[in-house]
């Protein structure tokens, strides 16, 4: 049982450059998150996609696209990094939003932007 | 909108003593869904507890117990007979009971266990 999987987990570009960050999960759960956690600031969202076909911007979207492709996948894009990107991603998904459910989260992706 | 603050950036506790870890929170929401995650250095967010906010008592997890004090918004959570696997990031957590509610974090409290 996979859970949450995100790749790739560690990850260094050059300012300017763009990738997409991959995750799936493999619990036929309906909501879907990216969040990114700096040093001191807890994990904060992104984005969010409550149910296949929809997504939202959450807390930080700037600089970020997402994309909900299936039940299973929700990826998110850097278009054109830059050093304030630099962090740690991180993709979760929860049954129907969270509820009092637990929320399993991927193992994260070390992000470095030079 | 909703805030978690935590006030301890780190605390450091003796194996098998017991420690608090203290919590608080801002909402105007009557229902809502509150959590301590931890998150060793491998990374991965583990959940230890939860605790709904309609539910007077609470929750207890082997070890892991919080005090729920709904009207001073306070969400402490307690190790009890600590132990070095305990060693960890901690985060209290906050979600709105609306189905599309997003989990608010605080920054975190880092425990270190000395043996």
């Known amino acids: 049982n996979a859970g949450v999987t995100q790749t790739p987990k560690f990850q260094v570009l050059k300012t300017g450059q763009s990738m997409t960050l991959q995750c799936a999960q493999d619990?036929?759960?309906?909501?879907m998150y990216w969040y990114r956690q700096d040093p001191g600031m807890g994990l904060r969202l992104i984005y969010y996609s409550a149910s296949e076909g929809t997504t939202d911007k959450g807390e930080v979207p700037n600089g970020y696209n997402v994309s909900r492709l299936n039940k299973r996948e929700f990826s998110l894009r850097l278009e054109s990094a830059a050093p304030s990107q630099t962090s740690v991603y991180f993709c979760?998904?929860?049954?129907?939003?969270?509820?009092?459910?637990?929320?399993?989260f991927g193992q994260g992706t070390r992000l470095t932007v030079v | 909108a909703q805030t978690v603050t935590q006030s301890q950036p780190e605390m450091s506790v003796q194996e098998a003593e017991t420690v608090t870890l203290s919590c608080t929170y801002d909402?105007?929401?009557?229902?809502?869904?509150l959590f301590w995650y931890k998150q060793p250095p491998s990374r991965q967010m583990i959940l230890v507890i939860r605790?709904?906010?309609?539910?007077?008592q609470n929750a207890t997890e082997n070890r892991f117990s919080v005090n729920f004090q709904k009207a001073a918004k306070s969400f402490s959570l307690k190790i009890s007979d600590s132990q070095l696997g305990d060693a960890a990031m901690y985060f209290c957590?906050?979600?709105?009971?609306?189905?599309?509610?997003?989990?608010?974090f605080g920054k975190g409290t880092k425990l270190s266990v000395k043996p």
């Open positions: 605790q709904e906010a309609y539910k007077q």
């Open positions: 979760a998904s929860s049954p129907k939003g969270f509820g009092n459910t637990e929320a399993f």
């Open positions: 957590a906050y979600r709105d009971g609306g189905s599309q509610g997003n989990l608010i």
């Open positions: 619990m036929n759960h309906n909501s």
């Open positions: 909402t105007s929401e009557s229902d809502y869904y």
